[in-house]
């Protein structure tokens, strides 16, 4: 069974906390993606999800 690693990325903001885009975010994740994967690990990628949705990928 390959190690497992989860990458949770955040681009978009939850509005009305006054930060903007991350640019780069993407790329960042690719790179970081592409590394891990290397390494033998099994990736899974979650993009721009809620405080409870980072909790249930943990939980799994």
């Not at 930060?19 to 690990?41: E, M, Q, V, Y």
Request: proline share 2%; net charge positive.
């Amino acid at each position: 069974m390959k190690n497992r690693a989860l990458i949770v990325s955040v681009e978009n903001f939850y509005p009305g906390t006054g930060l903007g885009k991350r640019k780069g975010a993407k790329k960042d994740t690719r790179r970081l993606h592409k590394i891990l994967n290397k390494l033998g690990f099994s990736v899974e990628i979650r993009m721009d999800i809620e405080a409870d949705e980072i909790y249930e990928a943990f939980k799994a």
